[in-house]
């Protein structure tokens, strides 16, 4: 079956600092989501991403969709410690008989230093 | 966007019983699904539950286990069966954001231990 990998799944970084997480699919993807989880609580839809190549930005939140629609990654420009949590990416691809599926990384716990 | 009220938030069972865990959305929905979020660890789909039909289990998760009930548009039921330490985790239902709408909405969690 379908798997996607993220990677790193743990990063410390001072705040002020850059913050990149990448994710890769075993298959070609229909599009990827990205998810934030806070300590505590239940992921959040951050974006979706759907043609190849795409970019998207969220203030300092940048997406990228790769060519081939295997890859992505986020990358936070100057963290700040309200960026804590762990942020998943989601491959979303058909599964058959009319109805879709979406598969989570494992994720990327962000600590943020003060 | 959907509003999902999903309970318990928390629970403590004994090992050998069942917990029955509900998810109320605001909005008609087509799909609810079910996940598992083991702690510190990716979301893992359980199965899809439709309207009027059996949910769909994904491999790894049977019936017997985690039955799902789906009695109207709004409401669903995952109930964890026979319940060992192994079935600590966090469940989680989704829905579509809205209709048309990419992405999808999380109920808050069940977050369960088995003792």
């Known amino acids: 079956g379908q798997q996607v990998m993220q990677i790193p799944q743990y990063q410390h970084v001072q705040e002020g600092e850059d913050f990149t997480t990448y994710c890769n699919s075993s298959?070609?993807?229909?599009?990827i989501q990205w998810y934030k989880q806070r300590p505590g609580g239940h992921p959040v839809f951050l974006i979706q991403?759907?043609?190849?190549?795409e970019v998207k930005k969220q203030k300092r939140l940048t997406f990228q969709f790769g060519e081939a629609k295997k890859n992505s990654s986020l990358h936070i420009t100057a963290t700040q410690t309200t960026d804590v949590g762990t942020y998943f990416c989601a491959g979303h691809s058909y599964s058959g008989a009319g109805s879709y599926q979406l598969t989570f990384g494992k994720g990327t716990k962000l600590s943020v230093i003060p | 966007s959907a509003v999902i009220s999903q309970k318990p938030s928390r629970d403590i069972c004994q090992r050998g019983t069942s917990l029955t865990i509900q998810c109320q959305v605001d909005s008609q929905v087509t799909m609810m699904f079910w996940y598992r979020q083991q702690p510190g660890q990716s979301l893992t789909l359980i199965a899809t539950a439709n309207q009027g039909s059996e949910a769909t289990y994904e491999s790894g998760f049977v019936i017997d286990k985690f039955p799902i009930s789906r009695p109207n548009l709004t409401f669903s039921t995952l109930t964890v069966s026979n319940m060992s330490p192994e079935d600590s985790s966090i469940y989680l239902c989704s829905v579509e954001r809205e209709t048309g709408v990419e992405g999808y909405t999380f109920g808050s969690g069940t977050r369960l231990t088995v003792v």
């Open positions: 298959t070609t993807l229909s599009n």
């Open positions: 991403l759907v043609k190849s190549g």
